[in-house]
């Protein structure tokens, strides 16, 4: 299906209408790779001097558990949501100005993450702030998750004309584990308002981290019967 509908769209195609579609994909991978590459500024170079002991620079590493703990979380997320917008750009053959500004709107979340990650990092210890910085830290991310997905529902739903056909298990795939991922922080962005108990609202995190994986299992259980090859 998807080499047919190449043939019927060669023949007006633009001679450099691969050639944008391919900048456009460049250009948020740069912005992607910034943004990840970012995150480790927060890990300031231990204090040593003539007079520093082991036990003194092993503190200010261990000190440094949290930004840990957020830069990994942030990395996981951010590589995620780059291989969906890498699976989109699989599909999306053309483009217009409607699927370029949704695609530079999707980027403005991303280029966030490095100053929600180490607001939240370094509030962990202030049970004053640690909440507010949480919650700019879970807004970031459900705004990415929404941005990408009005960014499918542009390329792949509405303007048809503009990508090579997705199967339904991938559509299902792609969408479910999307929202599923949103929803999530959804849930929890508004626990945070009905407690402010650092370790409760944690749990939740916990479980709901959990519930992901084996939601994943499940849909990739019933997806590999269809031979879908996506991530």
């Known amino acids: 299906m998807a080499q047919k509908l190449r043939q019927n769209t060669d023949h007006n195609k633009h001679p450099k209408q691969d050639f944008q579609v391919e900048r456009l994909a460049f250009f948020s991978d740069a912005v992607f790779a910034i943004a990840i ?8 170079i231990p204090h040593v001097t003539k007079e520093s002991s082991f036990d003194d620079v092993w503190k200010q590493l261990v000190d440094l558990k949290y930004n840990l703990f957020a830069l990994l979380l942030s990395f996981f997320l951010i590589v995620t949501y780059w291989m969906r917008h890498h699976f989109l750009f699989k599909h999306i053959h053309n483009y217009n100005k409607k699927i370029v500004v949704a695609n530079m709107i999707m980027l403005l979340p991303i280029i966030f993450f490095p100053f929600t990650t180490a607001f939240f990092a370094e509030s962990v210890d202030n049970k004053n702030v640690v909440i507010l910085a949480f919650r700019f830290f879970l807004a970031n991310h459900i705004l ?3 941005s990408i997905y009005i960014l499918y529902w542009l390329a792949i739903v509405k303007h048809k004309e503009y990508s090579f056909e997705m199967s339904i298990p991938e559509r299902k795939k792609f969408t479910s584990g999307l929202l599923f991922t949103t929803i999530t922080f959804s849930i929890i962005f508004s ?10 609202i944690l749990w939740v995190f916990l479980a709901c981290g959990i519930s992901k ?19």
């Open 37 to 44: 590459t970012l995150l480790i500024i927060e890990f300031k």
């Open 144 to 146: 990415a998750g929404l």
């Open 191 to 200: 626990v945070t308002f009905l407690t402010d108990n650092v370790q409760a």
């Open 213 to 231: 994986t084996i939601f994943d299992k499940f849909v990739k259980r019933n997806t590999t019967k269809n031979n879908v090859n996506i991530i």
